[in-house]
């Protein structure tokens, strides 16, 4: 089945991982499905219950992706309540004509719309999976891993590796990255190479739920996830010494010493097994490491190993905001603007008007008079400026917005040239034989002595022009 991180098609179908997207900074992700032995108890089948009410999984499935979904009235207070013995029977009974309990929506009952309430049905991409995975790591946000991949050159059919898969934020989005077809597809024919990601992970319950994760995502066959010390047994698929290369051109290692994985990172491992690399192509290599000690001894093994271009970045991916700022007492009234006198100049007239105002007050008290209220003139001190368009008006002020989920790390790169042995040079050198490259003809030389006397030669004729004109000179001004 397809996968819907990578074709979702139009419709969320049975079965299908679907992000509930309640608000901007909160999606809840599920598999969609009509009845789960989870959920007994309710109904309506399967539901999930949220915030802005609860959502029977009958009214998400064979719906449009991005619909939005009114809430149903559900009995959450049955939630857990098994059906006793008697009326589970009863219900197997009936449904034995249907296939397998989990697409058993035959007893469901028909959910009832709720007065409030909604969501909207989202497909997952691997952005919304980062933000809405169940953590238990600490993972790679998409700042991170969009340049890390771009880095790579992790494009369609190339085969990442990756180590450690931890909560698989990296893996969704290497996957999507060289996704060129599903394995069991009919045209992945021999002659194309399909992308894959090869993940290693040392934590054998992480594994496991990773596993489960993408076989979920209907995934299998793209990622394939392997328990494994990495430090010690290496990158090879299967068993680590005798199994299959996964040929790839692109690694990443998320490690907390990721020098210790280098040694199997080569063209020929010293121990004469095969290598994970793929001989016919560049390896493009990234490290992610919080600190600088560590990011030093992976330079220093990286250099002697042979890795070449190595340079460090780190993304510091901040959003901001730019916006017109309003200060002054002329913007009283205006929507988010501050008023407050913007300059000496506005401040002193506004005292002097105020100081003017507190004398007209007390005469007017001592004489037994009505002051006028204050115009607004008077309380803007100098007219506003028309000729000025609205969205102009201010001072531009910018500032950062902190919220942005990203765990920083520093990221080094390195490359390591394809294999090159003496065959692949002797073909090279038939293809572009460089002993028949035409020399251009030689430019006849001069003697030192030609080169002089042809100086000379220059020299005297410029003089004798320079004297001619000079003559010229003089009988033109003798004449006037
Ligand atoms: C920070 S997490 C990786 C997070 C992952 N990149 C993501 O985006 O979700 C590091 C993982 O490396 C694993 N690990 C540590 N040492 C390892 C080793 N020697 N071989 C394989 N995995 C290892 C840890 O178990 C942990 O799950």
Not at 81 to 89: D, I, L, T, V, W
Not at 110 to 120: D, T, V
Not at 399 to 422: C, G, M, N, Q
Request: charged share 30%; proline share 6%.
């Amino acid at each position: 089945m397809p996968s819907p991180f990578l074709t979702p098609g139009s419709i969320a179908q049975a079965n299908d991982v679907a992000l509930l997207h309640l608000r901007r900074d909160q999606t809840i992700p599920t598999i969609l499905r009509a009845t789960d032995s989870e959920h007994d108890g309710y109904k309506e089948g399967k539901v999930s219950n949220t915030r802005f009410g609860s959502f029977p999984h009958s009214t998400l499935i064979n719906q449009p992706w991005g619909s939005q979904i009114v809430a149903s009235k559900v009995d959450t207070g049955s939630r857990g309540r098994k059906p006793s013995n008697k009326r589970k029977a009863e219900e197997l009974e009936a449904s034995a004509t249907t296939t397998g309990a989990e697409d058993d929506s035959s007893s469901v009952k028909k959910p009832e719309a709720a007065a409030s309430g909604f969501l909207h049905l989202t497909y997952p991409t691997p952005e919304s999976w980062t933000l809405s995975l169940p953590h238990r790591t600490q993972v790679v946000y998409t700042p991170d891993y969009s340049y890390i991949l771009h880095r790579l050159r992790a494009r369609a059919g190339a085969t990442v590796i990756e180590a450690g898969a931890g909560s698989g934020s990296f893996t969704h989005a290497a996957v999507r990255a060289v996704f060129n077809g599903y394995p069991n597809e009919e045209s992945a024919t021999k002659k194309r190479r399909l992308g894959k990601v090869c993940s290693f992970e040392f934590h054998e319950q992480r594994a496991g739920r990773v596993k489960e994760e993408i076989s979920e995502h209907e995934l299998d066959g793209l990622v394939e996830v392997t328990h494994r010390d990495v430090y010690e047994d290496g990158f090879l698929l299967g068993d680590p010494k005798t199994g299959r290369s996964p040929k790839a051109s692109a690694i990443f290692l998320d490690l907390p010493a990721p020098w210790l994985a280098l040694k199997h990172l080569v063209r020929k491992p010293a121990s004469g097994i095969e290598s994970p690399l793929d001989p016919s192509s560049t390896a493009y290599l990234c490290t992610f490491s919080p600190c600088l000690e560590q990011v030093e001894r992976t330079v220093r093994l990286m250099r002697e190993l042979g890795w070449l271009d190595i340079t460090m970045v780190e993304v510091n991916h901040n959003r901001i905001e730019v916006k017109r700022e309003r200060i002054g007492l002329d913007c009283e009234g205006v929507r988010g603007a501050t008023v407050f006198p913007k300059s000496v100049d506005e401040a002193l007239s506004k005292l002097l008007t105020d100081d003017e105002r507190a004398k007209r007050l007390r005469q007017a008290h001592l004489e037994g008079t009505r002051v006028n209220p204050p115009s607004q003139e008077d309380i803007a001190g100098e007219p506003k400026d028309q000729s000025t368009p609205t969205y102009n008006l201010g001072r531009l002020v910018h500032r950062t917005e902190s919220e942005i989920k990203t765990h920083t790390s520093y990221l080094v790169f390195a490359i390591l040239p394809r294999d090159w042995s003496e065959e692949d040079e002797q073909k090279c050198r038939q293809k572009w034989p460089s002993d028949k490259v035409e020399e251009e003809p030689k430019k006849a030389t001069k003697s030192r002595k030609q080169q002089k006397k042809e100086f000379k030669e220059l020299r005297l004729q410029e003089q004798k022009e320079e004297q001619e004109e000079k003559e010229e000179q003089a009988t033109e001004n003798s004449e006037a």
